[in-house]
């Protein structure tokens, strides 16, 4: 910058004297001298912290992530087959907003693995970018900006594997569900029971569920056709506008998830998904629909899973339901599998474990879905006397059949129980949660 700066200096003064009779006549001349002053001036720009950490795209070579930076998740990013997604212990990874086609999602393709083993210490967090967690995992004094009602402000993880999944007309592969028909990374199922798609532990998944369509979210955790070589456990799902995790056949086995505030349901099998599921903890919010959702296989190939060690809140205040859902299960479509250590608390009254329709009557009957130690824990009013508007336990299991086609209501006094308290050995040991953001913030 310049500026112009005049200086009067007085050179001379002359004066002139006429000879004649008139007045002496006086001149003064000024002479001024300019001067040039230069200013600098720094001007800062903003760096873009994303310039050499953004995911965009398709992932067609190895990748490792640097935790020391903050990651971000641009759209639709795919890593394809023969590729290995790396992500070490604490890394953050924030997602750009969008709905429709391009939500910002992330898929592990058929063939592709991820890496992604966080610790108790440091887990890796997947999120918005409108979430305020920095590099560490750490938050602000004034703590998180987002909240459990804070929904669908990006897509989710998808994880898809050559593992075996009952398809209607029996079908060897199809497109997951949130994905374009044109993207074929979207491609799962396959023969290979034992396929591996890599690891993922102490994970962290926040805030997701975008609409990519009309009534159509994305899950928090897809695992479509995920084989029983691929290692899954703790893992977080918060938030989510849809499903928390949703298992689409596969034989993967995973223990120690919890799922906090998702609008859908929290845990959800389809397509005769085969695997063990041990360790589970939801809670319910308003927002929320089933804790659990079990649909049985679509093809002619049967899956049966196990469920065990889970803990399933409600969402009651003062013995009134919060939403007009939250059920506890539902079992649909000839479901199949097993249901061991389980304890329902803080249900109000009128929500249920149901049998949807007649396959489902004909699977318990069959001695193909079953049911073993379920605990039911009432919930208090505000003085903590238990809530009047309970139901007992043979409403609570309910057959929907009408007229009734299996004795599961009847049976219900066998297989399960009302407990005043938590009963050692059933639910999940929550202290293996303690490194959630719902342990922590809720």
């Not at 008139?22 to 002053?37: A, L, R």
């Not at 691929?230 to 989510?240: F, L, P, S, W």
């Not at 379920?374 to 003085?383: K, N, T």
Request: hydrophobic content about 40%; glycine content about 12%.
């Amino acid at each position: 910058m310049k500026n112009l700066k005049f200086l009067p200096i007085l050179l001379a003064l002359m004066i002139i004297v006429s000879c004649s009779d008139q007045e002496p006549i006086i001149e003064y001349v000024t002479v001024t001298e300019m001067v040039v002053e230069t200013i600098t001036e720094t001007v800062e720009v903003e760096k873009n912290q994303y310039s050499d950490s953004t995911l965009e795209g398709n992932i067609t070579s190895n990748l490792t992530l640097d935790a020391s930076k903050m990651w971000l998740l641009k759209g639709r990013v795919s890593v394809v087959a023969g590729v290995t997604l790396t992500i070490p212990a604490g890394t953050i990874i924030k997602a750009s907003a969008g709905t429709g086609a391009d939500a910002s999602t992330l898929i592990i393709a058929r063939g592709a693995k991820i890496e992604a083993s966080g610790t108790e210490e440091a887990p890796i967090v997947m999120t918005s970018i409108s979430d305020n967690i920095e590099i560490g995992g750490t938050y602000p004094i004034n703590g998180p900006s987002l909240s459990v009602e804070s929904r669908g402000l990006w897509g989710g993880l998808i994880i898809l594997g050559n593992a075996p999944a009952s398809f209607s007309g029996d079908l060897s592969e199809l497109q997951i569900e949130g994905i374009p028909t044109s993207d074929f990374n979207g491609l799962y199922g396959g023969i290979d029971s034992s396929d591996s798609s890599g690891s993922i532990q102490y994970f962290s998944i926040r805030h997701g569920g975008a609409e990519i369509g009309e009534g159509n979210e994305i899950n928090g955790l897809t695992l479509g056709g995920v084989g029983s070589e691929t290692i899954i456990n703790h893992i977080e799902v918060i938030a989510n506008v849809d499903d928390g995790i949703e298992f689409f056949g596969g034989s993967v086995n995973a223990s120690n998830l919890s799922v906090w505030g998702q609008g859908d349901d929290a845990i959800d099998i389809d397509q005769g998904y085969s695997g063990t599921i041990d360790g589970v903890l939801v809670i319910l919010t308003s927002a929320s629909d089933h804790g659990l959702e079990i649909d049985g296989p679509e093809g002619s190939l049967e899956g049966r899973f196990t469920l065990k060690n889970a803990t399933i809140v409600g969402s009651t205040y003062n013995c009134a339901a919060l939403g007009v859902d939250g059920e506890m299960g539902d079992f649909r479509k000839g479901a199949t599998g097993d249901l061991q250590n389980v304890l329902f608390k803080n249900f109000a009254g009128g929500k249920d474990i149901e049998l949807d329709a007649a396959a489902d009557s004909a699977s318990y009957t069959a001695g193909t879905l079953t049911f073993s130690n379920i605990d039911i824990l009432y919930p208090s009013d505000l003085d903590v006397n238990i809530c009047l508007n309970v139901e007992s336990i043979n409403q609570i299991f309910d057959d929907k059949t009408d007229p009734v086609q299996s004795s599961f209501e009847s049976d219900a006094t066998l297989f399960a129980e009302i407990v005043s308290e938590n009963e050692e050995g059933n639910g999940i040991d929550e202290s293996k949660l303690s490194w959630t953001f719902y342990a922590r913030y809720k």
